[in-house]
């Protein structure tokens, strides 16, 4: 897919934001900073508030990886509001990185069908 990011204010955005996802994304998944969720949900949503209101390709051409950091990151804060008693325990906290390691896979799916690595 061809990108034109020339003139394109809200698209040079969504990809601003890609690239913070993409570094908080890994750096909850090295470091296991979970406290680095509710940065994440800001920018996701800004992201699918652009993604969504977006009717070229360079928004519908990513509809599946995008679709994959919403309901993953969706998935995360389920398991971390299910837990009993507002302790982690083990299983949350593999089951939360991997949903975290798909945002990641998922930013970088975006980027790659952009170009721009």
Not at 15 to 42: C, D, R, W
Not at 53 to 69: F, K, P, S, V
Not at 87 to 95: F, Q, V
């Amino acid at each position: 897919m061809a990108t034109d990011l020339v003139g394109n204010v809200k698209l040079q955005r969504f990809i601003e934001l890609l690239a913070q996802l993409n570094h908080l994304s890994a750096e909850a998944v090295q470091t296991g900073k979970l406290e680095l969720l509710p940065q994440m949900n800001v920018v996701i949503k800004e992201m699918y508030d652009i993604q969504q209101n977006g009717e070229e390709e360079a928004y519908t051409a990513i509809e599946e990886d995008a679709q994959m950091i919403y309901k993953n990151f969706d998935g995360a804060a389920q398991m971390l509001k299910s837990n009993e008693n507002g302790k982690i325990d083990e299983a949350t906290n593999r089951l939360v990185k991997v949903f975290l390691k798909n945002i990641f896979q998922a930013t970088v799916n975006i980027v790659q069908a952009y170009g721009l690595v």
